[in-house]
């Protein structure tokens, strides 16, 4: 969500469970405005929160030029020190899927992770992965599969940029009851022509994303709509604590993930 928003924001978050309070929009507010002045930042966004044993991590990511790759993700449990998190690895992405342990609150912290899919004399059966890593891959793993924009939120220019839309004007009541409305913030998955096949109002500048209609399973998304439908809320099965919601026909939307970093694998068997 954008940080400068975050008192206009509040009351969409808080009726989904999520709380933001006076002290944590301030709290955020004010460092997050230091952060984007010394990184030189286009745009910082406050991302969500991990909850942790002894202290929670809060994450923010900063954008330049381009609104997909040029992305940097942070985090902090005292709002005076955000630390640079490293590029999530594959192979942490796979171990944070796997480990049942809750964050403590230590990035140094190292833990061991068993891989019970590999044979027992196998010697990466047995890893260890520090705390820090473990907050990147979870965001990155998240970031892949649960965070999404609203169509026409994010534009592609034809030199291959994308940028956030500044002539947004948000979706109409019949196209915010639709997921294929909906689009995944990474590098698209899906063939180039999905979209266009699928949509007779086809447009490359903002269909270049893959839309969340294409989830599996079907019904992965739970969408809702309040306030006479004037607010559209999409939830993630996979991740519980991920909340987006946008205002409809304004350009007012945002993402927010507050939870435990914990993948629900089950998702499959219960629909």
């Given at each position: 969500?954008n940080?400068?928003?975050?008192w206009?924001?509040?009351?969409y978050?808080?009726?989904?469970?999520?709380?933001?309070?006076?002290?944590?929009?301030?709290l955020l507010?004010n460092?997050?405005?230091l952060?984007?002045?010394?990184n030189?930042?286009?745009?910082?966004q406050?991302?969500?929160q991990?909850?942790?044993?002894d202290?929670?991590?809060?994450?923010?990511?900063?954008m330049?030029?381009?609104a997909?790759?040029?992305?940097?993700?942070?985090?902090?449990?005292?709002?005076?020190f955000?630390?640079?998190?490293?590029k999530?690895?594959k192979?942490?992405?796979?171990?944070?899927?796997?480990?049942?342990f809750?964050?403590?609150?230590?990035?140094s912290?190292?833990?061991k992770i068993?891989?019970e899919?590999?044979e027992e004399?196998?010697?990466d059966?047995?890893?260890f992965?520090?705390?820090e890593?473990?907050i990147?891959?979870?965001?990155?793993?998240?970031c892949?599969?649960?965070?999404?924009?609203?169509?026409?939120q994010?534009?592609?220019?034809?030199?291959s940029?994308?940028?956030?839309?500044?002539?947004?004007?948000?979706?109409?009541?019949?196209?915010?009851k639709l997921?294929?409305?909906?689009?995944?913030?990474?590098p698209?998955q899906h063939?180039?022509?999905?979209?266009?096949?699928t949509?007779?109002?086809?447009?490359?500048?903002?269909?270049f994303?893959?839309?969340?209609?294409?989830?599996?399973?079907?019904?992965?998304?739970n969408?809702?709509?309040?306030?006479?439908g004037?607010?559209?809320?999409?939830?993630s099965?996979y991740?519980?604590?991920?909340m987006?919601?946008?205002k409809?026909?304004?350009p007012?939307?945002?993402?927010l993930?507050?939870g435990?970093?914990?993948k629900?694998?089950?998702?499959?068997?219960?629909?």
């Open positions: 969500m940080v400068h928003k975050l206009e924001y509040k009351e978050v808080n009726v989904n469970g999520k709380i933001l309070s006076n002290e944590l929009i301030s507010q460092s997050l405005t952060l984007q002045v010394e030189h930042f286009a745009y910082v406050y991302w969500g991990f909850h942790a044993v202290t929670d991590y809060h994450i923010a990511v900063g330049n030029k381009d997909i790759s040029d992305r940097k993700y942070f985090y902090t449990t005292d709002f005076k955000w630390g640079l998190l490293p999530a690895k192979k942490y992405k796979h171990l944070s899927l796997l480990t049942t809750p964050f403590r609150g230590d990035p912290l190292k833990i068993l891989d899919a590999l004399n196998n010697p059966r047995c890893q992965m520090k705390e890593n473990r990147a891959a979870t965001i990155s793993n998240i892949e599969e649960a965070e999404i924009c609203s169509r026409g994010l534009i592609k220019h034809p030199d940029t994308v940028v956030i839309n500044p002539n947004y004007y948000g979706l109409t009541a019949s196209e915010a997921t294929k409305s909906y689009l995944h913030i990474r698209p063939r180039w022509n999905t979209n266009l096949l949509r007779p109002d086809y447009n490359y500048s903002m269909d994303l893959d839309s969340i209609d294409q989830d599996i399973p079907n019904g992965c998304w969408l809702s709509l309040e306030q006479n004037s607010i559209v809320y999409l939830k099965l991740w519980p604590g991920m987006f919601f946008h409809v026909r304004t007012e939307s945002g993402f993930y507050v435990n970093g914990r629900n694998l089950d998702v499959p068997f219960l629909l």
